[in-house]
């Protein structure tokens, strides 16, 4: 079955660095998502991308925040200068439309000491 | 958007049916119902969506009276890897964002 991965699995990094979270999207899917879920918290749309642009994105994602879709496979997300309250676990995800029906991968959990 | 209420915890035993419900008072008529199921330090993971009456999948039913004002995922049998954080979402099924909740949490015991 085919499946949304991420990379990588755990990032540890200090604060003020600029990170980039990796993921591979499912193949035929077109519309591409970040979420993240700080620990014990609710989880949180970050943006939505399609046909090469943004289509949506939440008050979250600030300037500090940037995707791109450098390749035909893969999807990143760029926090340009981490801040202490950007630990957290970032989902991506991936839907065939613009359908309710999305694909989650399995998370990079963020460590920003 | 709708706001959802879902129960925060649940109970259940190895074997039993486990019903959430799901208020959504001010559901809109291009909403559609959606539950969507969540394990620890995993991404969620869609279970089953529905408009009105009752679906069914191999993993669970959703029941939507004729007012959809709330809906009921059913999960038959549960076992104990059915513990997990059961998120529902009321939207239109064009809407990209999907906003979660605080979800119910399932523990499913031996």
């Known amino acids: 079955e085919p499946e949304v991965t991420q990379t990588p699995s755990h990032q540890v990094t200090q604060m003020g660095q600029e990170v980039i979270l990796r993921c591979v999207p499912i193949s035929n899917h077109l519309y591409f998502y970040w979420y993240r879920q700080i620990l014990g918290q609710k989880v949180e749309f970050l943006v939505s991308f399609y046909n090469n642009e943004i289509s949506e994105k939440s008050e979250i994602f600030d300037d500090q925040f940037s995707v791109e879709r450098p390749d035909g496979s893969n999807f990143t997300l760029k926090i340009r200068s981490t801040k202490l309250e950007d630990s957290a676990m970032y989902f991506c995800a991936s839907s065939e439309a613009g359908e309710y029906e999305q694909f989650f991968g399995p998370g990079t959990r963020l460590t920003v000491l | 958007l709708a706001k959802t209420t879902q129960p925060i915890s649940m109970d259940s035993y190895e074997g039993q049916e486990v019903n959430i419900t799901c208020s959504h008072n001010?559901?809109?008529?291009?909403?559609?119902i959606t539950w969507y199921q969540q394990f620890p330090s995993q991404g969620p993971r869609f279970i089953i969506q529905?408009?009105?009456t009752k679906v069914t999948n191999e993993v669970a039913s959703l029941f939507i009276p004729a007012d959809r004002k709330s809906s009921t995922l059913s999960l038959p049998r549960v076992s104990l890897s059915d513990t997990a954080v059961y998120y529902c979402l009321v939207g239109p099924t064009g809407r990209r964002a999907l906003t979660f909740g605080s979800g119910t949490r399932l523990q499913v015991q031996p």
């Open positions: 529905g408009y009105k």
């Open positions: 001010n559901i809109a008529t291009n909403d559609y």
